[in-house]
């Protein structure tokens, strides 16, 4: 059987095209208008328009979009996105059909301002449509289902889940079932964890009890759920108690690095994905205030650009969270001041100093001072090393285990190095337990129980520098960031499962799973209002 071609594409940030470009970094001939997450907002209206072009080329029969459309929630951008979708439409006869994330619901649009501006882009069409949230289903080609599903909290970035919004999901792919159709849903919110962790590391960015919630999709036959939010490439797959197998498909953000959305093959018993990129931005899509530095760049090799684009702004976040004026604000300890204004210098220079250089000082030169070896690379610095790794799990694909590549060694002895060097310089003017203090507003538990390292000032060679120490403590749980899954991110080829078990085991486990959820809201409840510990 021919199979069901699609394109899926997420978090394009939609500003408007005549927006005047922001000067937030004067510095840069051709960066200075990054922010925090390197999105390239004032181009995403070309962005778009050369995806959906690019996908109706390349045999897309409709397109699916998850969420975060507008950049700021703002109406007129919602406005101007539903007129490249709607000219899109007219022009190709390809449907697209959307989902909301956390940015669409600023400004004054809520979700039924949202379902009124993207009424032609699934909502006109739903068999089915939640009242209170802007989620709705609708039939798609070769007997499938879409359930597109509004997982926000508006105002917050975490999701908005429910057990009144999981009543209406279980009873849309039951009547899926029902009309023998197979159910896809999209939402905006990760469904599983891209990385070890993300639940407890980045809470606002998956959904809550997230193991619970998949189990629950598939007893009600649900296998593939596409989500975004993370700006990362990302495919993670769960084996359900009854044996189905259910993929969350993480897409990244369509104008950040790499620039990339995701063509779909389906089959009955399988989906074939492959990575698209948008490796030019036409001279016609590039907004109004481009210099000739940036319009050169752009044109010389626009993928090289987007790195620069993406590394410089990650580059720029991390120097604010490591300012002398953000720690002091985490800390809100005036007494701590004075040592901050000490160690937060230090910190700087430590992301900036060398990794080789042939005369003066570099990290290799203070490692191999202390009978260390930084493995060669074509790092810069430890901030360049920083963004070309998050860079990487963007583009996903990365397999950086200590096992397979020098990355990792890479980061423990120039970690250890320059907290080494960083605590040398100090002298005796900050104490172990300030350092700790002002490592930990930067996201480091207090070292000295890590052991990375002794607290000694004087650099000394050997056993009391603890390089042996820092790879035994910091080797298994970098390997747990660094090293990609048995899914691959990028092109993968994801088989479908049936249940292993009994039609009535599995509405058994589902009663209970709900029993459950119902006694956890109980205790939470009792517990907030102070009736139990």
């Not at 997420?10 to 208008?33: A, G, N, Q």
């Amino acid at each position: 059987a021919q199979p069901v071609r699609f394109a899926v594409a997420t978090d394009v940030h939609l500003r408007l095209p005549d927006e005047d470009l922001p000067v937030y970094y004067p510095e840069s001939d051709i960066y200075y208008s990054c922010w925090g997450s390197g999105n390239q907002t004032h181009e995403a209206a070309g962005l778009l328009t050369q995806m959906l072009e690019a996908a109706a080329a390349d045999g897309a029969r409709f397109v699916l979009l998850g969420g975060d459309l507008a950049h700021n929630g703002e109406e007129t951008q919602h406005r101007y996105f539903a007129f490249i979708l709607r000219r899109f439409e007219q022009e190709s006869g390809i449907p697209v059909y959307v989902v909301p994330g956390n940015h669409d619901y600023f400004d004054r649009v809520g979700p039924a301002e949202f379902k009124e501006l993207y009424a032609d882009f699934g909502y006109a069409e739903a068999l089915a449509a939640d009242e209170k949230t802007a989620s709705y289903t609708a039939d798609l080609p070769g007997n499938y289902r879409l359930i597109a599903v509004d997982s926000n909290d508006p105002g917050k970035n975490g999701d908005g889940l429910d057990e009144r919004l999981f009543s209406w999901i279980d009873a849309a792919a039951e009547a899926a079932a029902a009309d023998g159709r197979t159910p896809i849903l999209m939402m905006h919110h990760p469904l599983l964890d891209p990385i070890p962790y993300a639940g407890v590391l980045m809470k606002d960015f998956i959904v809550r009890d997230h193991k619970t919630v998949a189990e629950r999709f598939a007893n009600h036959g649900i296998s593939y759920v596409f989500t975004g939010h993370e700006h990362g490439n990302n495919i993670t797959s769960y084996t359900a108690a009854n044996g189905r197998v259910i993929y969350d498909i993480l897409t990244t953000s369509l104008n950040s690095y790499p620039m990339e959305y995701r063509m779909i093959n389906l089959f009955s018993d399988r989906m074939e994905i492959q990575m698209a990129g948008l490796t030019s931005l036409s001279p016609d899509h590039m907004p109004p205030g481009y210099n000739e530095a940036q319009r050169a760049a752009i044109a010389a090799h626009y993928t090289a650009y987007s790195l620069g684009f993406f590394k410089f702004s990650v580059a720029k976040k991390i120097e604010r969270v490591a300012s002398a004026e953000n720690v002091k604000s985490v800390l809100g300890d005036t007494a701590l001041n004075s040592a901050i204004d000490i160690v937060m210098p230090l910190v700087n220079e430590a992301l900036n100093m060398p990794f080789y250089a042939e005369t003066g000082e570099s990290v290799a030169s203070l490692a191999a001072a202390a009978g260390a070896t930084l493995p060669a690379s074509d790092y810069l610095s430890l901030l360049d090393f920083i963004t070309s790794i998050v860079a990487a799990v963007y583009r996903g694909g990365e397999d950086l285990s200590t096992q397979k590549a020098p990355e990792g060694r890479i980061f423990i002895v120039a970690l250890n190095t320059l907290l080494k060097y960083i605590v040398a310089n100090t002298g005796n003017r900050v104490t172990q337990a300030q350092l700790n203090r002002i490592f930990g507003a930067l996201g480091f538990q207090a070292l000295n129980e890590l052991d990375l390292y002794r607290w000694n000032r004087a650099y000394v060679p050997g056993a009391d520098y603890s390089y042996a120490a820092a790879e035994a403590a910091l080797a298994p749980l970098l390997d747990q960031f660094l090293q990609d899954d048995a899914v691959p991110d990028r092109d993968a080829v994801l088989i479908s499962s049936a249940p292993t078990e009994s039609g009535f085991l599995a509405r058994a486990r589902a009663f209970f799973q709900k029993l459950r959820a119902f006694f956890e809201r109980i205790f939470k409840s009792l517990r907030k209002a102070g009736k139990i510990g």
